[in-house]
Antibody, heavy 119, light 105 residues
């Protein structure tokens, strides 16, 4: 079964750090473009970061310089390192696989992991 | 950044009725437009990609149309399980989402 399972969320103090993990099964992460998308409580969806199959990355302006996306091919796992966290980073963080023919949409989503930034 | 504007914000209909949801882009996105369904406490689910292609396992009552800046998601005959928030998303210039349309049944 094709599946994504996120972990690593929790309560973090402002200016703190957290690493999120996304374990994939049923497909190979390194053969696909993968993104993180977040959703603040009661709000809409916001794309955060992408790791292309070729290895290059990109970030939304709102997180550039603070978040880092990475991949461990041996563990078939995607990561998101969150640094210098702010209250406005509070959200459910989803990892998602891009559609394979063209990375214009997201066809597989995890259930998400909640990050709460608060003192 | 390409801004997507969805209308209406809320759609209240009865089972069996036709639902028409709109999504307008601030600039052309070609056919790189997707639709998602999200139920409370769940992740989004891809319904339509590239404006009019149904994703795997999506019932035939869901259809998408449009190109350029104006797009439509149609649910031909509403089922009770279609109660959800629907988001459009463009993939032409990075990825952005609309604010969502809530469908009440």
């Amino acid at each position: 079964e094709v599946q994504l399972v996120e972990s690593g969320g929790g309560l973090v103090q402002p200016r703190g750090s957290r690493r999120l993990s996304c374990a994939a099964s049923g497909f190979t992460v390194s053969s696909n473009s993968m993104s993180w998308v977040r959703q603040a409580p009661g709000k809409g969806l916001e794309w955060v970061s992408v790791k292309y199959s070729a290895g290059n990355t990109n970030y939304a302006d709102s997180v550039k310089g603070r978040f880092t996306i990475a991949r461990d091919d041996s563990k078939n796992t995607l990561y998101l390192q969150l640094n210098s966290l702010r209250a406005e980073d509070t959200a459910v963080y989803y990892c998602a696989r891009h559609t394979q023919l063209s990375p214009t949409a997201f066809d597989i989503w995890g259930r998400g992991t909640m990050v709460t930034v608060s003192s | 950044e390409i801004v997507l504007t969805q209308s209406p914000a809320t759609l209240s209909l009865s089972p069996g009725e036709r639902a028409t949801l709109s999504c307008r882009a601030s600039q052309s996105v070609g056919s790189f437009l997707a639709w998602y369904q999200q139920k409370p406490g769940q992740a989004p689910r891809l319904l339509i990609y590239d404006a009019s292609n149904r994703a795997t396992g999506i019932p035939g009552r869901f259809s998408g149309s449009g190109s350029g800046t104006d797009f439509t998601l149609t649910i031909s005959s509403l089922e009770p399980e279609d109660c959800a928030v629907y988001y459009c998303q463009q993939g032409s210039n990075w990825w952005t989402f609309g604010q969502g349309t809530k469908v009440e049944i």
